[in-house]
């Protein structure tokens, strides 16, 4: 009530209803003489400033009300009830009528005006200590002496989203961290023993939308303070501030391992050429540790030609406010070591230089302009030819033994294309086989290369890849066979010789069997016989024996004398040979053959016997390891080749074995081979389908090889 504050520093004497008026007026002419004090019987006036005794019937008003207003009631009789009422529903004294009641008022209102001064004043402190609380960012917590919540301030819920009254009478460890919980009980069980006892620590809390965050909390135990009775903790939510610090501390982790995973050194150098700090990577070598360089001058650090270049490019640095750098190299543990030096502008007075180590770049760059040099050299000097070309096909160099080749100086090699450098006949081969050799599907061969002056040259290549500049590059090496091959051809015509002059010794040979021993075996048997009728029956049994012994080496004789060379093959043609050479074997191994043979089929004698001895070798590799039972061979001209192809269905060749792999443990097959090499023939052997072995040979037509030497 407005009016009633403003008389703070009154008393108001209530006398009870039930009192008798004359007994009220008797209480009005005792108070009259009590200075300072009115009876009223209306509310005070609102702007009234003098003490009043006030009517009993605003006195549940104003207790209620808890002015600043001191209040003495007055009853008829003593009665300790009555008094412990009034005191206890707020007034500040209770007395009864007795004569000397005008002495004592006055005591009692003096000591009600002094004790509510005081009174006023405490509630001015809380009022003023609560609004203070109530407007904190911090949290003032009470608890027992077990933890219990008994207040919370107001801004519990603006911190951590709680209601004051959600928490209250609730252990304060069930919003602690469960990690954090044994901590906290064991400061709660430590604080309650020892009074005042002040502790500070730090905890993750649950806010009321389920986050933790993190507390710094101070408390005090006042258990033993009878105006307190508790623990009083006063609370800040610290999370900001404590990710801000593990967001600083890691980034100082970081920083300081981007700086230990960086393998320069840098050091901060003022103007006179001082170190202020210096950091060295692990593994770095240096002459002297980043402690014992911090603090000294470059003088005495460094050698003093290199301390001069130091301190010359730190003036001007800082003079220009510009970059400068430069390499050096320095001596350490007695081995010479190549250095970067990057100076930068760090504030006014201070620079910041980086030290690369470049060791390790300078002796890649020696070793590369090593073997550049030796590159180079052989490059120049091979007796071969070499060719840088681009992956395009492109020459981007050559060597003199390139020139050599082509008949022509460099700078007329330089931009052609690899197709310009061949024969237009074979340029679109060239061109498929160059991209080949790009992807790496092939790595050598053989071809030919056309000189400046259009001869054309025999040649093998062998290529690799490498970088030339910044771009891939083909480096091709190119070899003139000129030589090789008429090399090659002198030993063809010397192995057709050869084979020529075999045949022609078989011929004599089988000759002389057949007319000599022939004629010889005939007359022997003749002159037995003779003798066998003379004798006339007589040993007639052993006559007969040696009559068949007689035939049967004439059937021998006859045998050799065809083997050494079939006189078929003159008088019929090669068909006829290779049909009675198949049914020869047939006789001799049980093999089924089944024959094609073109009847037209005619080769000149040379080629004739020689593929007749391929026939031959191709019949006893079946017979001997094929384990066949049916042979089939075709005989038949294409175009201008003439093709024999056997094939059988025996075990074939193990594991997909290739031809090449067959004649090297085959030396029937390498002399198929050699013998085929004279006139240009070609070999094939594969798996035949669905089981077995096909054998394909082919021979020109034209006559390829020099025979003149046959007649």
């Known amino acids: ?95 009864f009528l007795t004569d000397d009641l005008r002495v004592r008022v006055p005591q009692s209102i003096d000591r009600a005006r002094a004790r509510r001064t005081a009174t006023n004043r405490v509630r001015k402190e809380d009022l003023r200590y609560r609004a203070m609380v109530d407007n904190l960012m911090e949290v003032v917590t009470l608890l027992d002496g077990f933890g219990v919540i008994l207040h919370e301030s107001p801004s519990l819920k603006e911190v951590f989203g709680w209601e004051p009254e959600e928490m209250i009478g609730r252990n304060s460890v069930e919003f602690v961290h469960p990690a954090d919980v044994p901590r906290i009980l064991q400061l709660i069980a430590e604080g309650r023993e020892v009074p005042s006892m002040r502790v500070s620590t730090q905890y993750r809390f649950r806010h009321k939308n389920g986050d933790w965050r993190v507390v710094e909390s101070k408390a005090v135990n006042l258990l033993h303070d009878m105006a307190v009775q508790s623990i009083v903790v006063v609370s800040r939510d610290v999370t900001e501030r404590h990710e801000a610090l593990d967001s600083m501390r890691a980034s100082r982790e970081r920083l300081a391992a981007l700086l230990n995973a960086i393998p320069d050194a840098y050091v901060l150098v003022d103007a006179d050429g001082n170190y202020r700090d210096v950091h060295i990577p692990q593994g770095y070598p240096s002459m002297q540790s980043a402690e014992q360089l911090i603090g000294k001058n470059v003088v005495e650090a460094l050698p003093p030609r290199l301390a001069r270049q130091a301190l010359d490019a730190v003036a001007r640095v800082l003079d220009t406010g510009k970059p400068a750098g430069f390499d050096y190299s320095i001596q350490v543990a007695g081995v010479t070591r190549y250095r970067e030096a990057q100076i930068v502008p760090f504030s006014d007075e201070l620079v910041l230089s980086v030290q690369r180590d470049i060791t390790d770049r300078i002796e890649a760059l020696q070793r590369v302009r090593t073997s550049e040099t030796r590159f180079r050299t052989l490059f120049e000097e091979s007796p071969d030819a070499i060719f840088l070309e681009s992956i395009e096909g492109e020459v981007l160099d050559a060597n003199p033994a390139a020139c050599e080749l082509h008949g022509c100086d460099r700078d007329w090699l330089i931009g052609k294309n690899v197709t310009d450098l061949v024969p237009g006949r074979i340029r679109a081969e060239v061109a498929k086989g160059f991209q080949r050799l790009v992807t790496g599907e092939i790595i050598r061969g053989e071809g030919a290369s056309l ?92 006559i007969s024996a040696t009559t068949a012994a007689i035939d049967t080496i004439i059937d021998d004789v006859r045998r050799i004398a065809s083997e050494l060379r079939p006189g078929i093959i003159d008088d019929l043609g090669i068909g006829a040979a290779v049909e009675w050479q198949a049914k020869t074997m047939s006789k001799r191994t049980g093999l089924r053959l089944n024959l094609d043979i073109d009847p037209k089929a005619q080769l000149d004698p040379g080629r004739s016997i020689m593929l007749f001895r391929v026939f031959q070798e191709l019949l006893t590799n079946v017979a001997r390891h094929a384990e066949a039972d049916v042979v089939s061979v075709t005989l038949a001209s294409e175009g201008e080749t003439m093709e024999l192809t056997v094939a059988d269905d025996g075990r074939g060749m193990e594991g997909g074995a290739e031809v090449g792999e067959v004649e090297h443990f085959s030396l029937g097959l390498m002399g198929i081979r050699e013998r085929l090499e004279p006139w240009s023939g070609t070999f094939e052997l594969v798996n035949n389908s669905p089981k077995g072995t096909l054998a394909r040979v082919s021979i020109p037509l034209e006559p390829h090889a020099d025979t003149s030497s046959h007649r």
């Open 1 to 95: 009530m407005p009016i009633i504050r403003k008389a703070v520093g009154g008393a108001a004497i209530l006398p009870p209803a039930q009192i008798p008026v004359f007994v009220r007026e008797e209480w009005r002419r005792l108070l009259l003489v009590v200075p300072g004090v009115r009876l009223l019987s209306e509310r005070p006036d609102p702007d009234g400033l003098v003490p009043a005794v006030i009517d009993e019937k605003w006195a549940e008003e104003i207790l209620i009300e808890k002015p600043g207003y001191p209040v003495v009631v007055l009853v008829e009789a003593y009665d300790h009830e009555t008094e412990c009422a009034w005191l206890s529903r707020g007034a500040d004294a209770c007395f």
């Open 451 to 542: 000189r400046k002056d259009g001869t054309v040259v025999p040649v093998e290549f062998s290529a690799g890849r490498m970088l030339y500049g910044d771009r891939d590059a083909l480096l091709l090496h190119v070899r003139d066979i000129s030589k090789r091959r008429a090399q090659e051809g002198m030993i063809r015509k010397l192995a057709s010789y050869r084979q020529a002059a075999i045949e022609k010794e078989r011929a004599r040979i089988s000759r002389e069997v057949h007319d000599v021993l022939g004629q010889s075996l005939t007359g022997l048997r003749f002159d037995v016989s003779r003798i066998g009728r003379k004798l006339k029956g007589r040993l007639s049994e052993d």
